[in-house]
Antibody
Framework: QVQLQESGPGLVQPSETLSLTCSVS????????WNWIRQAPGKGLEWIGY???????SYNPSLKSRVTISEDMSKNQFSLELSSVTAADTAIYYC????????????WGPGTLVTVSS | DIQMTQFPSSLSGSVGDRVTITCRAS??????LNWFQQKTGKAPKLLIY???NLQSGVPSRFSGNGSDTDFTLTISGLQPEDFATYYC?????????FGGGTKVDFK
């Protein structure tokens, strides 16, 4: 059974870097595409970016200057770094899988709440 | 970015009702349109992909239709477990974008 699980600090200081990891079990990250998507409390969904099985990344232009998505094949994990965070980055962060470039995410982690506050 | 507009933003229904949610794209997206269901405190769940294809394991009372800019999600016979928020989602181009959501609750 394929499962995704986000992990990382629940509280980040303003202007610092948010770092999250998604651990994948049941399938190798050598296949599929792996996304980060977020949802501000009580708000809608925003795509952050993805990394492909070959390591190619694609980011939301609205966040591109602050986002890095990377992979660790040895641990079957992929990660998100979002720099220079503000309160507007407070959200539930989800990792998710999709099977091709134009396909929707079909499998999601449970999400993790990250609060940006001093 | 392609803007996705859903309406209504909320609706009230009873068990057994047929309900329809509409999603409109700001430009043509062919059939690159998906629907998700999200329950409180849970991750979104994929219901429909490519406008009309039912995701594996999703009950057949859910159906999707449309192309170009106008799409619908229909629930034929609302069940208690269907009370949730529904989002449309386009993958025609980058960045993929979501509609604002339609909350379905008890009448």
């Amino acid at each position: 059974q394929v499962q995704l699980q986000e992990s990382g600090p629940g509280l980040v200081q303003p202007s610092e870097t948010l770092s999250l990891t998604c651990s994948v079990s049941g399938v190798s990250i050598h296949i599929y595409y792996w996304n980060w998507i977020r949802q501000a409390p009580g708000k809608g969904l925003e795509w952050i970016g993805y990394i492909s099985s070959s390591g190619i990344t694609s980011y939301n232009p609205s966040l591109k200057s602050r986002v890095t998505i990377s992979e660790d094949m040895s641990k079957n994990q992929f990660s998100l770094e979002l720099s220079s965070v503000t309160a507007a980055d407070t959200a539930i962060y989800y990792c998710a899988r999709h099977w091709s470039v134009a396909a929707p995410p079909d499998l999601w982690g449970p999400g993790t709440l990250v609060t940006v506050s001093s | 970015d392609i803007q996705m507009t859903q309406f209504p933003s909320s609706l009230s229904g009873s068990v057994g009702d047929r309900v329809t949610i509409t999603c409109r794209a700001s430009q043509s997206i062919s059939t690159y349109l998906n629907w998700f269901q999200q329950k409180t405190g849970k991750a979104p769940k994929l219901l429909i992909y490519s406008a009309s294809n039912l995701q594996s394991g999703v009950p057949s009372r859910f159906s999707g239709n449309g192309s170009d800019t106008d799409f619908t999600l229909t629930i034929s016979g609302l069940q208690p477990e269907d009370f949730a928020t529904y989002y449309c989602h386009q993958t025609y181009n980058i960045p993929p974008t979501f509609g604002g959501g339609t909350k379905v609750d008890f009448k």
